[in-house]
C-alpha cells in the first residue's frame, strides 16, 4: 500500500493543532462570558477585552448573551442583547450596529477540510457593517462569510441565512457566501441560501427563499424561490435615512 505524503501529514497535523487551538479559545471566551454574566457590565466588557483579546469600544454593550468566538469586535454604538448565542466564529459589529434578542449565530471554523469541500479558503465570519441590524429570533450558520452591510435590517422573526449545503454531484458539503446589501430589507421568515446576494436599496419580501445572487438594486424580490419583481420608489426615506433604527 502507498504511505501518505509527509506533506498530507504535515498539513493535516497543523490544521487540527490550529482548530485545538481555536477551541481552546473559544471555550474560554464562553467560560468568561458565562461566569461573568452578573458583573456590572463594566467589569465584565474588561474582562471579556483583557482575558479573551476583544476589542469591545467603550459605549458598546452586551446583554444576557453567550459568546464564545475566537474575536469579537464591537465598534462604538454597538449592541448585542440578551439570550443570544455567538459561537466558534469571528464577530464583528461596526458602529451602532445590533442584534436584538434570542439569535443563534454559529459555524464551524476554518481548518476543518474533512467537514467540507474547500476549493477555495473559507472565511466563516460574520459581519454587519453600520448601523446594520439582526433582529430577534433568527438562525445565521456562517460557515462561510455572512455580510450584512450598512444601514441593511434583517427584521421580523424566523429567518435563516445558510452559508453551506450538499454538493449532490461530489457528496460534500460545499459553502458560498452570503451577502446582504446596503439599505436593504429582509423580511419575516425568510431563507436565504449559500452564494445569495440581496443587492443595494433592495427588499427581499416576507416568507420568501433567496438562492442566487441578484444585481438590480432599488427591486422587490419575493417568492420561492424569489425573482425580481417591481422597481422600488428610489425617494422611499428608509433608503436615505441616517439611523439605523426605525421608530
Known amino acids: 500500500m502507498q504511505g501518505i505524503p509527509p506533506s498530507v501529514v504535515s498539513s493535516e497535523a497543523q490544521a487540527k493543532s490550529e482548530s485545538g487551538r481555536r477551541g481552546m479559545g473559544n471555550r474560554l471566551a ?5 461566569v ?56 464583528e459589529l461596526g458602529e451602532c450596529a445590533s442584534i436584538r434578542d434570542f439569535n443563534w449565530i454559529s459555524g464551524v471554523p476554518s481548518g476543518h477540510p474533512r467537514h467540507f469541500l474547500e476549493e477555495r479558503e473559507r472565511q466563516p465570519a460574520l459581519v454587519l457593517e453600520r448601523h446594520a441590524a439582526l433582529t430577534s429570533r433568527h438562525f445565521i450558520d456562517c460557515c462561510d462569510l455572512v455580510h450584512i452591510e450598512e444601514f441593511a435590517t434583517v427584521a421580523g422573526v424566523r429567518s435563516q441565512i445558510l452559508t453551506h449545503a450538499i454538493d449532490f454531484k461530489r457528496n460534500r458539503q460545499a459553502t458560498a457566501p452570503v451577502r446582504i446589501g446596503r ?3 429582509v423580511g419575516t421568515g425568510c431563507v ?6 440581496l443587492p443595494d436599496y433592495s427588499i427581499l419580501a416576507a416568507n420568501s427563499s433567496l438562492s442566487r445572487g441578484f444585481d438590480a438594486p432599488f427591486t422587490l424580490y419575493s417568492g420561492v424561490p424569489a425573482t425580481q419583481v417591481r422597481s422600488l420608489d428610489r425617494d422611499g426615506l428608509y433608503f436615505h435615512r441616517q439611523q439605523g433604527f426605525v421608530e
Open 183 to 185: 439599505y436593504c430589507f
Open 30 to 34: 464562553l467560560l468568561v462570558s458565562a
Open 36 to 91: 461573568s454574566l452578573l458583573l456590572p457590565w463594566p467589569m465584565r466588557r474588561w474582562l471579556l477585552n483583557t482575558l479573551c483579546g476583544y476589542s469591545i469600544a467603550r459605549d458598546a454593550r452586551i446583554g444576557m448573551t453567550l459568546v464564545g468566538c475566537p474575536s469579537l469586535r464591537m465598534s462604538r454604538g454597538a449592541r448585542i442583547g440578551h439570550f443570544n448565542i455567538l459561537k466558534s466564529i469571528p464577530v
Open 192 to 197: 436565504l441560501l449559500k452564494g445569495s446576494r
